[in-house]
């Protein structure tokens, strides 16, 4: 192979080569010299066996190595999974050499069947992932624009791909359901669009925050849910035999219950199953699996309505998606297994399933022709049309119209049903896979240099500065918050400010209260609380759309305080607010309890010590808050817990900036500024612009530099009459929980209230 100018990874390619080609031959060897030990699928380690584990095995490798060149070159790996089927099949293998072909791939129902349920059942899985994927925020966000570039996205395309099917000659239809159906599969599979090869380019150009990315993914999602359902009703009229009124209206009656009763009630069981398996199972990976268990009932409730049941594992997968608890780590094992495993095997399945010789008939060749052209034609002018319509200009519909015409997965997934099925004939399917192929590959490079023509706008720029911000904030990365505390003024005010935190990001809350003697009563009365405190935090402003209800849940407990938060800790959680009698003694050093649920979790940890002011510390309206400032990330994260938890207008803030000089009364050297080059006004300057983030367009900025951070402090909050110190602190390395000499200091000499965010400097957070 020559190599390429401006490619990258060409010198990777001929060594790839040799490897695939040298592993393939490997694998056909093993199979013809394996003695059979029974007929096809007889028993573990017969010979019917071996060929499955052959036959997985070299679709993963060729599929994969194949992705990789694919990748190199700008193109999904998808499609050098599908082409690895392709290559393997009857296209390339089978013409080549076909009695090595039918060693590796027989032809045989009994052993044919194997491989086809396993590569069935990572169709589900792939749409589980699919539905995972989906942002439903994302939809409801861009609103019209969205529904414009759906609506004619689809029904223009489709509309020609029912005509194409309808005057298709008779020889290349199925002789048992005819045009209809083989017009409706036409019909879809113009009009659906693959999201994840969209998201794909649209999130590698940075473009995915942009206002027209947004419509463009969201668009692909609308289309991908409007083609499934049309899908559904397609496959319950292909059972029947053809339109049968009491059928269909049942499916479609069926499915419009399914989906009212799947995104309301059965949003919330999904969420409570996911969460009470996190938190009571013990084992490993319970959560996947009950997430399969999610998708396999789904998948069977939609098969016994009559549609398929890739509507259900659809729908599971995006419910499971929306899951306020479901971590980032869960979700990349499961995405890891189902890409590594599921996908090379069902899209180097169906690249198996296609014979591209057919394409030597001139009649096909120009059949198959025509169906890209329509396709194209269809899905960029149904695009482009709908973007008018929303409201977008020239340039705009361009891009939508180039990145909507991109099949990729989704599309093989339907051909795949629709051969299953007995719908599409054999060549009809070749026909489909063909053109699946030509316009995914076509999508990226056409896509890539429709979006870089386009400028960003005044009001976007300042959309995208908000969102930068966001994406490297504190707050806005907690997916979960634990609150922990006894019957104290701290405690309350612990719950109070877990509750508010909750509550402004819609997260679910778990309050722990230890030492209760009326456990019923205290249960309900700290429901209240609770519940009062999300409510307030409801009321903070949050952009675009308002976050769903916090999720509250309550438990009084008589036992030890560290194992039992310890234990609760380990469930998830990405901040835990202590609110404890007596935190800390007089020498600075903190209680046995909070030390020692402070070294079992490694998450940041709010301390809340309402100090001299009793009972309802956390009032939100005309409270006076001090918040020191010195570059650090550990001090901005203090800085953002204080803003998102103060009602804008309502509060005054007052940020400090303090230098790095040591306590008062200490001999101890300056440490450098962990800011670098940042000056002190930078500080404040990116201080008042987070504030800004959470609606506080007031924020008082001070400067100190000639005395010690202690006193400072200590003598501004005085000074402004603050109610609360809000400090972000680095947990320093040893035995006990230290906070550093300007913390112990501070405890030492306020009386107020004062909330302490702890955290390693060094510690991933959750979810990140």
């Given at each position: 192979?020559?190599?390429?100018?401006?490619?990258?990874?060409?010198?990777?390619?001929?060594?790839?080569?040799?490897?695939?080609?040298?592993?393939?031959?490997?694998?056909?060897?093993?199979?013809?010299?394996?003695?059979?030990?029974?007929?096809?699928?007889?028993?573990?380690?017969?010979?019917?066996?071996?060929?499955?584990?052959?036959?997985?095995?070299?679709?993963?490798?060729?599929?994969?190595?194949?992705?990789?060149?694919?990748?190199?070159?700008?193109?999904?790996?998808?499609?050098?999974?599908?082409?690895?089927?392709?290559?393997?099949?009857?296209?390339?293998?089978?013409?080549?050499?076909?009695?090595?072909?039918?060693?590796?791939?027989?032809?045989?129902?009994?052993?044919?069947?194997?491989?086809?349920?396993?590569?069935?059942?990572?169709?589900?899985?792939?749409?589980?992932?699919?539905?995972?994927?989906?942002?439903?925020?994302?939809?409801?966000?861009?609103?019209?624009?969205?529904?414009?570039?759906?609506?004619?996205?689809?029904?223009?395309?489709?509309?020609?791909?029912?005509?194409?099917?309808?005057?298709?000659?008779?020889?290349?239809?199925?002789?048992?359901?005819?045009?209809?159906?083989?017009?409706?599969?036409?019909?879809?599979?113009?009009?659906?669009?693959?999201?994840?090869?969209?998201?794909?380019?649209?999130?590698?150009?940075?473009?995915?925050?942009?206002?027209?990315?947004?419509?463009?993914?969201?668009?692909?999602?609308?289309?991908?849910?409007?083609?499934?359902?049309?899908?559904?009703?397609?496959?319950?009229?292909?059972?029947?035999?053809?339109?049968?009124?009491?059928?269909?209206?049942?499916?479609?009656?069926?499915?419009?219950?399914?989906?009212?009763?799947?995104?309301?009630?059965?949003?919330?069981?999904?969420?409570?199953?996911?969460?009470?398996?996190?938190?009571?199972?013990?084992?490993?990976?319970?959560?996947?699996?009950?997430?399969?268990?999610?998708?396999?009932?789904?998948?069977?409730?939609?098969?016994?309505?009559?549609?398929?049941?890739?509507?259900?594992?659809?729908?599971?997968?995006?419910?499971?998606?929306?899951?306020?608890?479901?971590?980032?780590?869960?979700?990349?094992?499961?995405?890891?297994?189902?890409?590594?495993?599921?996908?090379?095997?069902?899209?180097?399945?169906?690249?198996?399933?296609?014979?591209?010789?057919?394409?030597?008939?001139?009649?096909?060749?120009?059949?198959?022709?025509?169906?890209?052209?329509?396709?194209?034609?269809?899905?960029?002018?149904?695009?482009?049309?709908?973007?008018?319509?929303?409201?977008?200009?020239?340039?705009?519909?361009?891009?939508?119209?180039?990145?909507?015409?991109?099949?990729?997965?989704?599309?093989?997934?339907?051909?795949?049903?629709?051969?299953?099925?007995?719908?599409?004939?054999?060549?009809?399917?070749?026909?489909?896979?063909?053109?699946?192929?030509?316009?995914?590959?076509?999508?990226?490079?056409?896509?890539?240099?429709?979006?870089?023509?386009?400028?960003?706008?005044?009001?976007?720029?300042?959309?995208?500065?908000?969102?930068?911000?966001?994406?490297?904030?504190?707050?806005?990365?907690?997916?979960?918050?634990?609150?922990?505390?006894?019957?104290?003024?701290?405690?309350?005010?612990?719950?109070?400010?877990?509750?508010?935190?909750?509550?402004?990001?819609?997260?679910?809350?778990?309050?722990?209260?230890?030492?209760?003697?009326?456990?019923?009563?205290?249960?309900?009365?700290?429901?209240?609380?609770?519940?009062?405190?999300?409510?307030?935090?409801?009321?903070?402003?949050?952009?675009?759309?308002?976050?769903?209800?916090?999720?509250?849940?309550?438990?009084?407990?008589?036992?030890?305080?560290?194992?039992?938060?310890?234990?609760?800790?380990?469930?998830?959680?990405?901040?835990?607010?202590?609110?404890?009698?007596?935190?800390?003694?007089?020498?600075?050093?903190?209680a046995a309890t909070v030390d020692k649920i402070a070294q079992s979790f490694r998450q940041p940890i709010a301390l809340a010590i309402a100090g001299q002011q009793k009972g309802g510390v956390l009032d939100v309206k005309d409270w006076k808050v001090l918040v020191p400032i010195n570059g650090t990330e550990a001090s901005r994260r203090g800085a953002e817990l204080a803003y998102a938890f103060s009602l804008p207008g309502h509060s005054e803030i007052t940020v400090l900036h303090v230098a790095r000089a040591p306590a008062s009364g200490r001999n101890l050297s300056r440490p450098r500024n962990v800011a670098g080059e940042r000056s002190r006004r930078a500080v404040l300057r990116d201080a008042v612009k987070l504030g800004a983030r959470y609606g506080h367009e007031k924020i008082a900025a001070v400067e100190h530099t000639d005395e010690a951070a202690d006193t400072a402090i200590v003598a501004e909050a005085e000074r402004i009459g603050a109610q609360l110190i809000v400090i972000g602190a680095t947990r320093r390395v040893g035995g006990a929980l230290f906070l550093g000499e300007t913390v112990a200091s501070i405890l030492q000499k306020w009386r107020g209230a004062i909330v302490i965010v702890a955290a390693d400097e060094t510690a991933p957070q959750q979810g990140n």
């Amino acid at each position: 192979m020559t190599e390429g100018r401006g490619i990258p990874g060409t010198k990777f390619l001929p060594t790839m080569r040799h490897v695939l080609v040298g592993c393939a031959l490997s694998l056909v060897s093993v199979i013809a010299f394996a003695e059979p030990n029974g007929p096809p699928g007889s028993g573990v380690g017969g010979h019917g066996e071996v060929i499955l584990v052959a036959q997985v095995a070299l679709l993963m490798l060729v599929g994969r190595g194949l992705g990789e060149i694919m990748q190199r070159f700008g193109q999904p790996a998808i499609i050098g999974q599908l082409l690895a089927g392709l290559i393997l099949g009857p296209s390339l293998f089978g013409w080549v050499w076909p009695t090595a072909h039918d060693l590796v791939f027989p032809k045989g129902a009994e052993q044919k069947s194997l491989i086809t349920g396993l590569a069935n059942m990572g169709v589900l899985m792939l749409l589980l992932l699919t539905g995972m994927e989906t942002d439903l925020k994302l939809v409801r966000k861009v609103g019209a624009p969205a529904l414009a570039v759906t609506a004619a996205g689809v029904a223009v395309p489709f509309g020609l791909g029912f005509a194409l099917g309808e005057v298709l000659p008779d020889s290349i239809l199925p002789s048992s359901h005819g045009h209809l159906v083989a017009s409706m599969f036409l019909g879809t599979a113009l009009s659906i669009s693959s999201i994840k090869i969209v998201a794909m380019v649209v999130r590698e150009m940075n473009f995915m925050r942009r206002n027209l990315g947004q419509i463009i993914v969201s668009s692909a999602i609308m289309e991908d849910t409007v083609g499934w359902i049309i899908i559904s009703v397609t496959l319950g009229i292909a059972g029947a035999g053809g339109v049968a009124v009491g059928s269909m209206a049942r499916t479609i009656i069926g499915t419009a219950l399914f989906l009212a009763f799947s995104y309301t009630a059965g949003r919330w069981l999904v969420f409570q199953l996911i969460r009470w398996v996190n938190d009571t199972f013990l084992s490993e990976y319970a959560v996947i699996t009950a997430i399969l268990i999610v998708m396999c009932a789904m998948a069977l409730v939609t098969q016994a309505i009559g549609v398929n049941t890739v509507l259900g594992a659809f729908v599971a997968g995006v419910l499971v998606g929306e899951s306020p608890i479901l971590s980032t780590q869960i979700q990349d094992e499961l995405r890891g297994f189902i890409t590594a495993f599921m996908m090379p095997i069902f899209f180097g399945l169906s690249g198996l399933s296609a014979d591209l010789t057919i394409l030597r008939d001139p009649h096909l060749l120009m059949l198959t022709a025509g169906l890209v052209a329509i396709a194209t034609f269809g899905k960029f002018g149904g695009a482009f049309f709908g973007g008018k319509i929303g409201g977008l200009g020239n340039s705009e519909s361009l891009a939508l119209g180039c990145a909507m015409n991109a099949r990729g997965s989704t599309e093989v997934i339907v051909a795949s049903i629709g051969l299953s099925m007995g719908a599409l004939t054999q060549n009809l399917y070749s026909m489909i896979v063909t053109m699946a192929v030509i316009t995914t590959m076509a999508m990226p490079p056409m896509l890539r240099w429709a979006l870089g023509r386009l400028p960003t706008s005044r009001e976007e720029q300042k959309r995208l500065d908000t969102e930068d911000i966001d994406s490297k904030g504190f707050v806005s990365r907690i997916d979960r918050v634990l609150v922990a505390g006894d019957e104290s003024s701290n405690a309350r005010f612990a719950i109070q400010l877990g509750g508010f935190i909750a509550g402004q990001r819609g997260k679910p809350i778990t309050a722990l209260q230890f030492g209760a003697k009326q456990a019923a009563d205290r249960k309900s009365e700290l429901e209240q609380v609770v519940a009062g405190a999300a409510k307030s935090g409801h009321l903070a402003p949050h952009g675009d759309e308002p976050p769903p209800k916090a999720d509250i849940s309550v438990r009084v407990e008589s036992g030890n305080a560290a194992e039992a938060v310890t234990t609760e800790a380990a469930n998830g959680y990405e901040l835990l607010v202590l609110g404890f009698e007596g935190m800390y003694g007089e020498n600075g050093a903190f209680a046995a309890t909070v030390d020692k649920i402070a070294q079992s979790f490694r998450q940041p940890i709010a301390l809340a010590i309402a100090g001299q002011q009793k009972g309802g510390v956390l009032d939100v309206k005309d409270w006076k808050v001090l918040v020191p400032i010195n570059g650090t990330e550990a001090s901005r994260r203090g800085a953002e817990l204080a803003y998102a938890f103060s009602l804008p207008g309502h509060s005054e803030i007052t940020v400090l900036h303090v230098a790095r000089a040591p306590a008062s009364g200490r001999n101890l050297s300056r440490p450098r500024n962990v800011a670098g080059e940042r000056s002190r006004r930078a500080v404040l300057r990116d201080a008042v612009k987070l504030g800004a983030r959470y609606g506080h367009e007031k924020i008082a900025a001070v400067e100190h530099t000639d005395e010690a951070a202690d006193t400072a402090i200590v003598a501004e909050a005085e000074r402004i009459g603050a109610q609360l110190i809000v400090i972000g602190a680095t947990r320093r390395v040893g035995g006990a929980l230290f906070l550093g000499e300007t913390v112990a200091s501070i405890l030492q000499k306020w009386r107020g209230a004062i909330v302490i965010v702890a955290a390693d400097e060094t510690a991933p957070q959750q979810g990140n």
